[in-house]
Each structure stands twice: as C-alpha cells, then as structure tokens.
C-alpha cells in the first residue's frame, strides 16, 4: 500500500493497516471520515469496500427496464460514470499498478493513472423509472381487489346459505357462477379501460397500442373473477376469501416480477404463468422489455415479442377456464352444509355425461329390500293406491358427527311408501328430523345409507337427481328470497330459474299472487315483509309452475290463521295426481290436511277410545273378557266403579260392528251406555313425545285428557313451573357487584367465541405472520447487504468467449490501435483473458461511436510509452471498472506473467449507521402491522350486532360498560400478546434488549421513533408513555357519549358510565282513532288513565300509549322516486297489571312484532309513548323477560353457556342460577342454526 500512497490523488490522504476485517468493523468512524476500505484475500485479488452513500452505485446492474442515463439542468448523467468520477477508478488502477510493480518489477504507474474514460454515443430509448415502474406494476396488479372483495364475500354467502336452495329448485349451477361472471366482468370491462387509458396516456408503455394493454388488463380481471369463485367454493367463509384471494394476488403476482427482471428460465416462466396474477406480471414485463429493448445492441427479434404476448393472453384466457372448471368441479366434491357430495372421480362415470332410462333403481350401500305394507307399524292403505307408489323409502338413515369421535343418527332406518293423490304429514318433536328428510328427499343432503327413488329415479343419480328436480318444488325450513327485490321480482325471478316459458312467466306469477292473495303486497321489497309474509312468499316460490311433487317444511309457520286456511285450501285443490309431504308441529294442520301421518318412532299414531257407564249389577272382568274376546290387543286405559276406558287399534275396524252388538246385547248385565271417540293428533303427539313424563301412573290423567280434550293445560302447567323457577330466587346481584358479575359473564362469552373457532384462531395467526413479514424481509435485506453485498467485476460480465456463439447482451470487445505500430503483444495478452476480441488495427474507428458494443479501448502514444483510453456502452454499469481491469491485465501478460488480478467492489454500513436504520425501520414495519388486529379484533362486537344478541343482552339488564369491559378483558391481553410476540421477534437477535421491549410495550412504539420525530429532551419519552392511555380515556368517553346518545334505552342504572335509564321523547298521534269497537274504546280510556293518574290503585306494569311506527321505504336505485312511508302500527294503546296475560293477534304484517320492540325499547315509536314502571322497586330480573322472534344465539356457545350467560347478566347470584338452570335444562348440545 506503499506504492499506492505515491499515487498523486493520494496527497495528504492516510493509510492504515489492519490485521484482518473483523478489526477494521471494530473502528467506528462516525461519519467523521470517508473512509475506502482495501481487503486483500492475496496478492492479485482484493475487495474495494466504499462507504454506503453516493461514491459508486449502490446496485449491482442496471434493471432490464430503468433508465441508465438522466437528464439534469440539460446535461446527461449517467449512472456509471460514478465509477469515474468518484475515485474508484483512481483507486482500481493504483493498487492494480502496485501489484503489476511488485510482481514484475516494471512501474505502470504513469500508464494507468493517465487511462482516460468516456460513454459511447447513447442511441435514443425508452426512459422507464425502476423502482417507480415496479410499484406501478404493483399497484395494476391489486387494483381490481375491490371488485374481487365484493366478489368473493357475496359468492360466499350466497353459495353458503341460498345456493343450494335454489339448485334444488331447477338452478343450473353452471348458471350460478355465469351469474356473477357476467355482472362484475361489466365492472371489470369499465376498470380496464379506465386502467389502459392511465397506462398508455402516463407512457408507462409506449410502443404498445391500447388494444393490447387493454386486452392484457381485462383478462386478467376476467381470471381473477373465476380464481375469487375456485376460492370461495374451497374456503367457505367470506371474509376469510377475500383474504386470501387478495393474499394469492399479492404474492403470486409479486412473485411475476422474477419474470421483469428475467431471473426465470422460460420453462418455469410459462409453467407459474398457470397463477393468473404472474400471468399479467409477466405480460407486463414484455410490453416493458419491448420498449427497454429498441436500439438495443443486441438486436434482439422484436418481431417475437408480440407473439410472446399473444401467447400470455391465450394463458390469461387458459387460467380462466381452469379456475372456472375447478371451481365446479370442487363444488361438487366439498359441498356446502345442504349441498350433496360427489366422488371425486364422478365426471369419469358415464351416466355423468350421458342420461339414460333406467327400469329400476339402483340400490345404494347397506340397501335391504322389504315392503312397508307387511308392517304392522303403518295403517293399511286403501286398495285404491295400490300402484300409485311415488316416493318409496327403504332403510333410509342419516348420521351426523358430533365432535371427532361421536355421531348423532338423525334417522333410524326409515322404510315407507309416499303415494300420489294423497297429502301426507311428518310429524315429530324439534329434532326428531323431519327437515333432515325432506332435505334427503329434495336432494340437499345425502343419506348415510338406504335408498329413495321418486317416481323410478334414484337420489343417488346426478341424471335423475336433475329430472327429480324439474318435477318438485321445494319449501325449505328457511326462506329463500332475495331482500332487495319486490314480491313480484322474486316470484319472476324464480319462475325463470325453474324453467317456466317466458311467455307463461306472468300468468304464472299472476296466479299465484292471487292464489294466496299477495297482490296488495307485490310491490314490497322482500326485507320489508313481516315473517309471516316471508314465509307466504317462500311457499309461493314452491308453487311456482303447479310441480308434481310438493316438500314443504313448517310451509305456515309464523303464518296467521287466514293465511293458514288459504294454505289449506290450495293443497287440498291441488293434491290430485300430485304427491304432497310437509312437516308441522301444528296438530290441527296434520289433522285438517293430512291422509297418511308418519311420526319419528314409526307407531301406529290412531286409535280409538271406548268408554263404558256401568251401573253396580257390571263385572269389569266379565267386561274386559268381552271385549278382548272381539279385540285382543284392546287395553284397558281407566277404571272406577262407574266406568271403563278401552283403547282400540284402529287397524281392527273390521271387529267393531260384532263387539258393538254384543255391547247391545249386555245393556241388562249392567252396561247404562258407551261411546267411541277417536283420538286427535295433538294427544297422540302429545303421547308419543311426552311418553317420558307420562308413565303408567299417570294413565288416569292421560284418560281425563281424553275424554275432555278441549281443556288441555298441560302446557300451562309446564310453563307455570318454569316461571315459577325465578320466583323462587330471593336475591339477586346490584350495584358493583353486579357489573363485575355481568363483565365476567361476557368476557367468558368472548372467551368461548374464540375458543370454538378455530378458523378465528387460524386466522389471527395468519395475519400476525403476514406482519412479521417484512420485519423479516428487512432483517435478510440488511444481512445480505451487510455480509453478501460483493460482487466480482469479470469481464465475462459483458463479452463473449471466443467461439462462443452471440448471446444477449454479451459483444466482442473492441480493440482499436491508434500507435501506427503493432501492439501484438497487448492483444495477446487480452486474449489470455479468455476474451473475444474485435481488432481495428488501422485506427479507423472511434470508440465512443460504437455503441453496438458493450466497450471499446483505444491504444495510444507509441511502443515505448503507450496511453489507452477506454469507452464504455452506458448501458453497462460496471464497465470502467471491468476494462481497467482488462487492461491491467493485459499489462501484466505483457510482462509476462500468468497471474491475473481480480478486483471486487461493495459498499459497508458503518455501526452507527445499522442503529439508525434499525431503528427506523422496526417501529414504521410493526406499528401499522400491529394497527391491523385491533379492527379484527372489534369483529366480535359487530357481530353480536347483526345476531341480535347485543340487543337481547340490553333488555336483560346488561350494563353497556359491562358488555365493553368484558370484551376488554380477552381482547387487550390478546393484543399485547400479539404485541409482545412481534417485539420478541423485532428484537431476538439482541437478547439485552428486553427493557425496551417492556418499555415499547408500554407506549406501543419505540422510543427511537420519538427521538427521530425531534424530541431530544429526556422527559419526552415519559410524556410519550402516557399518550396511548390518554387516548384510550378519551376513546371510553366517546364510547360513553355514543351510548348515551345512540344506543336504546337502558334497563338498569349504569354504574361505571354513569348512565341512567331515560324516558324516551313523546310526539302525539297524528291519526285519531275511528270506527273502533267498544272493548277497544275502554282499553284506550284505561290506558290514559293510567298515563295521566300516575298514583292510582291499580299500577299497570306496561303502558303503551297511542303507539305509531313509520318506517321509510328504500329506493330500489338512487334514480327512483322517493317512497312513500310504511305505517307499520297506527294507534295502539292497551296496559298491562301485574298477574294479566294479553295477546296480540292480527295477520301477518299487522305490527304484532313491531309493537313488541317498541315496548323493550329496541325501536323507538314515532309517535306515542311507552311507560314501564317496575313494581316496589323490582329488579329487571322479574321485570322484564323478552324471548324475541329472531333466535339471537351464538352458534358456538352450548344451551347450557348460553343460560349461565344470561342468568348472571340478570343478577342471579351462582347457586340461585345453577338450581334455575337445571330444572328445565334438557341437554347439553351445542346451538347449530
């Protein structure tokens, strides 16, 4: 380093040595000095090691697509005269003239400090801007995900939830997804062209036409389309879909910037061009290399290029119709809850392209033929309907898993016959599975084992399944409409799904409308019908097209009774030739309706009854022997001394006539009198379900029951005993107590909610890793250019070997001799080098107009003394450096010698430097990352919200701080673990770092960042410890004022919030009553007694006083009129005492619903008032239960959680709890919707 320190830009500058680089990383210069770094690894290989900054660039080539040369105050720079200008030539060509000294004792010292450099003449191109091009491209890349959101959350649900339903109504699924396809591809059309126009008028393409980049960007919308539906059918859940598929096109598309910078060979390029978003990264890349390649000088064929994108369009177009084939083929292999699952080898069956008559059916597993008319278990069909068998089922079972070991049979072996011409009823207690078998029977679930044919088609048949479908309509548990479309729309809509002509689509509608007198509201959107009218619409659906087969779950439930009877009616006028099944928990509907009545346990479900007046002079034995000598399966039922009770098989009618002659016939031997009656369903259902509380004790009440049915209080017993359970309970929790009570409860169901889900869970975890993410990337980042930022300067970089054949962007290197003498030796020596050499012996070429070739040196002066001057290609960034070392080379194969000098360069971070770059860039990584759980986390209380359950809560006395704190309770020890998970990994390589990760936990940043932000006084990191609970109080005290405010009314007196329940604002009627009968007129006066007499004797417990709800119609688009308001209730007064039961009836949509929320406060009355006044000071407890007519449970919480919940929430202290719970807790199941 002697030597080199004779070097004239040497003067004045100081050389120290260090025995190896570990001690030279020990010196810490603080920016104080511009320190150059020489490593030696031997005597003709070094490492030029220079200071991160701007003394020689900072990457190792120029990308394919930005721009070498810039344009500043009308001068070009270009990026690899730093080389030049910065001294690492000054540096290179000293130490390499050093080394040719020392090994060959001849200075060319002079010769290689006097090498001078120049750029070769730069040919126009396409200026691109790197780095902003890439992020760009990115953002073309992401910039359809709203569409792609909105896709796949609305595909999700509807294929979860309506699908389905729909498919077994005549729904092609292949018209599903088209569907959807069709709607947003008019999106995706409109945002191509919007995105075409901003990348050919921003000149990010140039040399491509519009047409293409458009055609580029719509297919690629079009493929994003059909990969949101392949992920909605593999995933399921919305919201967890459109993360993935945002996450798949970030990272796959990411992934297409490989294929930019062309690190990718074309096999494996066109292989991951199978993922659609590097398909279009890809096809970007082209239209970009096509402009960066113009003037190249390697004459690349442009004339392939668009063929190459032609080739990238066809597997955009490729990648759709895979996705759209995996999405439909996976549709069928993991079906929904009520979908049917195929095998995954069913499009190699025959019968799944190619439909065929079949005789029979074909049996499926476990099937074991036998006839229901043998069995003495159904009532004999009548001789008529012999052959008239439309539905038979044999065997047929259904088993559900509970948990990872256990099942649940849903049906047991089922085995009877359906017949056409009859209506037939499935009864059966809640759970009995009445809706597992018609969803069997409709094609929405699969049976375990057995086997139903319909009409001679089998269910395990995807060809037949299709013609089942086309004869039946199906009115499932569930309504099935859309609430943005009217009656009529709904009704059109389905009619065309079930394949109704066009031209017989409004008749048909029509029909129906007035069929079930829907007319007054045809033009109602669906989602403003009351239940009962969603549910007459629903089976309006079923009727649609008059269908030969009819399966109808609970059609009149929630129906009022004139809705009912029409029901009736129609069934009973259309059930000729036509096969009809529903389900019912009404007696009276099975009786009315039905021929033939199936009960879960397979029991002769008809009887009669037989009772006999005795005088004294009767023996009952003599009796008994009597009758059992006629009917021997006759059992005795009661007995007293003045009566006998017989119960008869119906099957033996064909007795009943000689045993009532004899009855006749005994009149002297004491018999006064006897009558037969038959039972009705309600006491055989109330039998056969009830037959565990029932015993043989009870038989003497199951008699009285019978003979005088029309006063069955059972129920009230029952419920009697279940209200009576909370009156038994003498004290109850207030004040603190019961607030700390109520927020343990819902932290527990927090707690719960995240336990039993997983895919939460899963989900939160997968989201803590994407945010570790890029504190990763940036960890690799700084290590590699800390430990692995060395790169070697060959001249195999940029020229081709001799004899290899041209490869871009590889030239010879030119040679031109201008000493007008041979300069052999020197251009032998070059080729020692192994590099192919271009001579121009005579001097006739200038190096700096040859910008064909990567670079040129020019040889000049004479034998003697001889000058080179170097011309580089400004396209190639290392050139200087690489032909300073050719020539210094060449020097010292002239000598000679067959060393070679190797010469590396890379850049260094200096300690203090790393520490402020860390510490920058850790608190801007985690920060937003941590920022993104806290929405996801708030999830919980959202939905709460839509299930109703929020509201259900309120009205059962929860305080609204209980319900905040107690989610506080799970949510902020989750959130700080998260935290501390990333500050562990923020800082694990720096084990003595843990008080700041304590003190970053504490302020949830770091305390670097306050310092960067200009706060260097010490107390400004305390201040900044407080901000974040500062924030957090005031956050609670905007929460305080939005449930003041906006919130329902309370129930209980806040204690932490401070909120006490309020009397809600009163506006008078607009409307006074008229043509009101009288009993109605003496509620009115009495309830505006008890308005105006507070203080009267008899203190009613609920007044509602001249109650009116008005709700605002919504427009069905933002063009359409305003419409006009629907009135709901109009004038409603009536008041409650204590130990008065009143019922309010009307039809459906008369405000039955509507007036029960307005008393618990969960609508606000738009006009008139509610008054609840608690008697000597009761607790919500006995005040107010409210069971609403939506069922707002969470699905994951078992019945049992979900009592202990709301006993605590109402104050009821643990014991007092756990004896009301357990008197009328059947069993402990899980919640399933």
């Known amino acids: 380093m002697s030597k080199v320190a004779s070097a004239p830009f040497m003067k004045g500058r100081t050389i120290t040595g260090w025995p190896d680089e570990e001690s030279m990383n020990a010196l810490n210069l603080n920016y104080s000095i511009d320190a150059v770094r020489v490593i030696f690894n031997d005597n003709f290989s070094y490492h030029l090691k220079f200071i991160w900054g701007g003394r020689i660039p900072r990457i190792k080539e120029y990308r394919d697509h930005s721009a070498h040369c810039h344009t500043t105050n009308e001068k070009v720079a270009c990026e690899g005269s730093l080389f030049w200008k910065k001294g690492f030539i000054a540096f290179q060509a000293a130490i390499n003239a050093a080394i040719i000294e020392i090994t060959t004792n001849h200075s060319v010292m002079e010769e290689l400090m006097s090498v001078t450099g120049l750029n070769m003449k730069i040919l126009p191109f396409v200026a691109q801007a790197g780095v902003g091009t890439d992020i760009f491209i ?18 999700a649900k509807e294929r979860q939830y309506i699908k389905s339903l729909m498919t077994m109504m005549g729904l092609r699924e292949l018209a599903f997804w088209l569907s959807w396809s069709v709607m947003y591809a008019g999106f995706i059309f409109i945002m191509a062209i919007l995105m075409a126009l901003v990348v050919t008028s921003t000149r990010v393409v140039v040399l491509t036409s519009f047409v293409v980049v458009f055609m580029l960007i719509l297919l690629y919308g079009l493929s994003l389309i059909t990969l949101a539906f392949m992920m909605s059918v593999l995933i399921k859940k919305p919201f967890l879909t459109s993360f993935v598929v945002f996450l798949l096109t970030v990272v796959w598309g990411s992934l297409g910037f490989t294929a930019l910078y062309r690190h990718l060979p074309a096999f494996l390029e066109w292989t991951l061009c199978l993922l659609s978003p590097f398909a279009f990264t890809v096809g970007m890349s082209q239209l970009i290399h096509l402009d960066y390649d113009v003037n190249a000088n390697t004459h690349l064929d442009s004339s392939s290029n668009p063929n190459l994108i032609i080739a990238t369009c066809f597997m955009l177009v490729f990648d759709t119709f895979l996705y759209l084939a995996l999405t439909l083929y996976f549709d069928k292999v993991l079906p929904t809850e009520h979908g049917r699952r195929h095998s995954p080898w069913f499009f190699l069956k025959p019968s799944f392209w190619f439909q065929h008559q079949r005789a029979d059916h074909v049996a499926l597993e476990n099937e074991i033929d036998s006839d229901s008319s043998s069995n003495d278990s159904f009532e004999p069909v009548s001789p008529e309907f012999y052959g008239k068998e439309a539905i038979r089922i044999k065997n047929l079972k259904k088993e559900y898993k509970k948990g990872k070991h256990e099942k649940v049979e849903a049906l047991k072996g089922l085995v009877f016959d359906i017949y ?13 599975g009445k809706t597992t078998l018609l969803n069997i029977l409709s094609g929405l679930s699969d049976p375990t084992s057995g086997s139903v044919t319909i009409y001679n088609h089998s269910l395990s048949e995807t060809a037949d399944l299709e013609t089942i479908c086309m004869l039946t309509g199906v009115c499932p548990q569930s309504n099935v409409q859309f609430g943005f479309l009217t009656v009529r729309e709904n009704l059109r809509l389905f009619a065309k799904i079930k394949g109704i002509q066009p031209q017989e689509v409004e008749r048909e509608v029509q029909q129906v409308l007035q069929d079930l007198e829907m007319e007054n509201i045809q033009d109602i959107l669906a989602q403003n019908l009351s239940g009962g009218q969603k549910r007459k619409l629903t089976f309006g659906i ?37 096969v009809i099944l529903f389900s019912t928990q009404f007696m009276d509907e099975a009786d009315i309706l039905a021929e033939i009545v199936f009960e879960k346990n397979n029991l002769n479900l008809l009887f009669l009854n037989v009772s006999l007046h005795l005088n004294e002079m009767c023996d009952p034995d003599n009796i008994t022997s009597l009758v059992k000598q006629h009917i021997p399966d006759a ?35 004491g018999i006064e009198n006897y009558g037969v009656s038959m039972t009705t369903l309600n006491e055989v259902f109330l039998k056969l379900e009830g037959k565990s509380a029932i015993d043989e004790s009870d038989i003497g009440i199951w008699t009285q029951l019978q003979s005088d049915r029309t006063k069955d209080t059972g129920g009230l017993v029952e419920l009697e005993q279940v209200l009576s359970s909370f009156n038994e309970t003498k004290e109850t929790a207030s004040g603190m107590a019961l607030w700390r009570q109520q927020t343990c409860a819902i932290a527990k169901v927090r707690f719960l909610k995240l336990k039993n889900e997983k895919k939460t869970l899963m989900a939160i975890l997968l989201l803590l890793c994407i945010s570790l993410f890029p504190q990763l990337l940036e960890y690799l980042f700084y290590e590699i250019y800390r430990q692995s930022y060395s790169w070697g300067l060959s001249p195999n970089m940029y020229f081709l070997s001799p004899g290899q054949p041209p490869q871009a962007p590889l030239t010879h290197l030119l040679v031109i001799n201008k000493t007008g003498s041979s300069i052999e030796n020197f251009i032998h020596s070059l080729r020692q080098q192994n590099i192919a050499l271009e001579v121009d012996a005579f001097g006739i070429r200038r190096g700096a107009n040859e910008p064909s070739y990567n670079g040129a040196i020019t040889v000049l002066g004479d034998d003697k003394h001889q000058k080179f001057s170097i011309a580089c290609n400004t396209k190639r960034l290392n050139c200087f450096p690489v032909l300073m070392d050719i020539i210094s080379n060449g020097l010292l194969g002239v000598f000679n010698s067959s060393e070679h000098i190797q010469t590396d360069r890379s850049t260094y971070f200096e300690e203090s430097m790393s520490e402020e770059y860390e510490s920058m860039g850790n608190p801007f990584l985690w920060i937003p990352g941590a920022a993104c759980f806290t929405p996801f986390i708030a999830m919980s209380s959202i939905s709460d919200y839509k299930k109703k359950a929020h509201s259900q809560l309120r009205i059962s006395g929860l305080h609204p701080s209980a319900y905040w704190f107690g989610q506080a309770l799970v949510d902020v020890p989750l959130y700080f673990l998260i935290l501390l998970v990333m500050q562990i990994m923020d800082y694990i390589f720096n084990p003595e770092e843990m008080i700041v990760i ?9 305390p670097d960042l306050v310092e960067y932000l200009g706060a260097s006084e010490e107390y400004l990191p305390y201040l900044a410890l407080l901000i974040p609970y500062l924030q ?21 007196k806040d204690p932490i919030f401070r909120i006490s329940p309020r009397s809600s604002k009163f506006f008078p009627n607009p409307e006074d009553p008229e043509g009101e009968d009288e009993d109605v007129q003496m509620e009115r006066m009495r309830t505006a007694n008890a308005v105006t007499i507070p203080d009267s004797d008899e203190k009613p417990v609920i007044i509602a006083s001249c109650l009116r709800k008005e709700y605002v119609g919504k427009k069905k688009n933002c063009f359409a009129k305003k419409k006009k308001k629907k009135v709901a209730t109009r004038n409603v007064s009536f008041c409650v005492k204590k130990g008065e039961v009143i019922g309010l009836l009307g039809h459906n949509g008369a405000g039955k619903s509507t007036t029960i929320k307005m008393i618990t406060g969960d609508s606000t009355p738009t006009a008139g008032e509610v008054i609840l006044k608690r008697n000597s000071g009761g607790d919500a407890l006995k005040f107010l239960g409210y069971c609403p007519q939506e069922n707002a449970l969470w699905p994951n919480l078992t019945v049992r959680e979900h009592l202990d919940v709301f006993a605590a929430v109402k104050g009821l202290r643990k014991v007092d709890a756990a004896v009301a719970i357990t008197r009328y807790l059947w069993e402990d199941t899980p919640v399933l919707y």
């Not at 030969?548 to 009736?568: K, M």
């Not at 957090?1032 to 209980?1052: A, D, G, P, Y």
């Open 420 to 432: 056409e011409g009859q209506i037939t009823a499935l009864l059966g207690h809640s759970g009995a």
């Open 542 to 578: 079923a009727i649609l097209g008059d269908p030969q087969i009819l399966l109808l779950d609970e059609p009149t439930a929630g129906s009022d009774p004139l809705s009912r009877h029409r029901v009736w009616n129609l069934l009973k006028e259309r059930k000729s030739n036509r």
């Open 998 to 1006: 304590i003190q970053n936990l504490l302020i949830q940043g770091s």
């Open 635 to 669: 059992k005795l039922t009661a007995q007293s001394e003045e009566k006998l009770v017989y119960i008869l098989p119906l099957e033996r009618t064909n007795k009943f006539p000689d045993l009532y002659r004899d009855l006749d016939r005994w009149s002297y031997q």
């Open 138 to 155: 990115f953002f073309c890349i992401i910039s359809f995900s709203t569409f792609i959101y909105y896709v796949s959350v609305n595909v």
């Open 1032 to 1052: 957090s109080f005031i956050f609670l005290f905007i929460l305080r004022c939005l449930e003041t405010n906006f919130r329902k009314k309370l129930m209980r």
